[in-house]
């Protein structure tokens, strides 16, 4: 099995899920959009997601909606659009999960209040390994696509959904605390200004992190089960 993860910048990895795509067998190609933060523009083109089992598209420190990432937003969008059309998995975590909501003609629009930290999602479906406390870090919300439906939400907006065999999720299962210490570094100032702190932020993801490892096994467990079964 092949999967493929767009990663956004050097930070947005995908950790966690990645290794447990590993764990299951899976050959990860990586496809990296910016080289440089700096400098938000990119012309190279995206991989064909036609040649792989599932396609993972990671989080961003941008929002779908900026123009500064014009040069290559669109194209992701199809992108991703064709990965679902074509009956690729498609996996879209945070800025992946608005990503996945615009191909599949939903929307994306700043939310009623930023959600940075640990936060409870609660799933409709109460055995749902969706179910608990997850690490957020967004600005921005999607909506659910008239072809998809909503599976969870959290105070503050939609939190997951799915279409076929893409899902669309808010939070960030593969987060551990020496990612947030890099995410901490480039992000001093967004915190401030939220009325963060960076240390508590850590020592909470220090404390919850196991759990929450444990629930992104399940996720992915529950996600995969169709192609684990071929």
Not at 91 to 102: D, E, M, T
Request: contains cysteine.
């Amino acid at each position: 099995m092949r999967a493929l993860v767009i990663e956004h910048d050097e930070h947005g990895g995908a950790e966690k899920v990645g290794e447990k795509l590993i764990s299951l067998g899976f050959h990860i190609d990586s496809f990296r959009v910016l080289d440089d933060l700096t400098n938000p523009v990119s012309t190279r083109p995206f991989p064909e997601p036609q040649k792989y089992d599932l396609l993972v598209v990671m989080g961003s420190t941008w929002s779908v909606n900026d123009q500064q990432i014009e040069s290559w937003i669109a194209r992701e969008i199809e992108m991703v659009r064709s990965a679902h059309d074509s009956g690729v998995k498609v996996l879209g975590i945070c800025f992946g999960g608005q990503v996945l909501s615009k191909a599949l003609g939903g929307y994306v629009e700043r939310a009623s209040q930023p959600e940075i930290g640990w936060h409870e999602v609660k799933a409709k479906d109460p055995e749902s390994p969706i179910n608990g406390l997850w690490f957020q870090w967004h600005y921005d919300k999607f909506s659910v696509p008239d072809c998809a439906e909503g599976l969870a939400e959290s105070e503050t907006c939609t939190q997951a959904f799915v279409s076929g065999s893409s899902l669309g999720i808010q939070f960030h299962p593969e987060v551990s605390s020496a990612q947030l210490e890099k995410w901490i570094v480039i992000s001093e100032q967004e915190l401030i200004q939220n009325n963060l702190d960076a240390s508590e932020l850590l020592e909470a993801t220090k404390t919850n992190e196991a759990e929450a490892f444990v629930r992104s096994e399940s996720l992915l467990d529950w996600y995969l089960a169709d192609l684990m079964e071929k």
